[in-house]
């Protein structure tokens, strides 16, 4: 009579397994979208420092970055935040599943998963943007400042990191 129970409780443990990913997923991309907010701060503070925005948006609309609009450009700035802060959450469920514990008491993650998660997405968002989106789309800005913007674009990766190593341990105590 109770024949089909183990099955009924798997399936149960599989859902309630693929919502906490899922759960993982969204909190990702919340703290991808804030650590967005705080990379615009030295963003604006920079002369080039939000042309990737708008280089970004100008590949999205297939357009150039000078046809661009501020709400486009802003628009695929968080839309990119959040998608590196998905990136964060898949790259720190994998590297948690195959590492091994250590059991770091105090920040409510794994500390080695959040350092590998964080070191992959700052990596990412700077390569993908350098090396792929700004040769392709920013050819003006590409040959008379691309140094400056690389480099400024560095920076801005940069404090991304540093706000996912901040935010990510406020944001998901116990994520591990």
């Known amino acids: 009579m109770f024949d089909h129970l183990p099955a009924a409780v798997a399936a ?4 309630s397994s693929l919502g906490a990913v899922a759960g993982r997923l969204l ?3 919340v703290v991808g979208v804030a650590a ?8 604006w503070r920079q002369d080039d420092g939000f ?3 708008y280089v970004a948006a100008a590949v999205v609309r297939r357009t150039t970055p000078d046809e661009v609009s501020f709400g486009d450009a802003n628009v695929a ?3 990119a935040g959040a998608l590196a802060g998905v990136l964060y959450a898949v790259v720190y469920l994998v590297t948690d599943a195959v590492a091994p514990d250590l059991g770091v008491a105090g920040i409510g993650i794994d500390l080695p998963s959040h350092l590998v998660a964080t070191a992959v997405v700052v990596a990412f968002i ?3 943007f350098a090396r792929f989106i700004f040769p392709r789309a920013g050819r003006r800005i ?5 140094t400056a913007v690389r480099g400024q674009w560095l920076r801005s990766s940069l404090v991304f990191g540093a706000t996912l190593l901040v935010l990510a341990p406020a944001i998901f105590p116990g994520f591990a």
Do not use: C
């Not at 967005?36 to 963003?43: E, G, N, Q, R």
């Not at 590409?142 to 691309?146: L, N, Q, T």
């Open 77 to 79: 700035h968080h839309a």
């Open 12 to 15: 149960l443990d599989a859902a």
């Open 126 to 128: 700077y390569v993908a």
């Open 51 to 53: 042309t990737p925005a």
């Open 36 to 43: 967005a907010v705080v990379m615009a701060i030295p963003m």
């Open 142 to 146: 590409y040959g008379e400042r691309a």
């Open 27 to 29: 909190l990702g991309a």
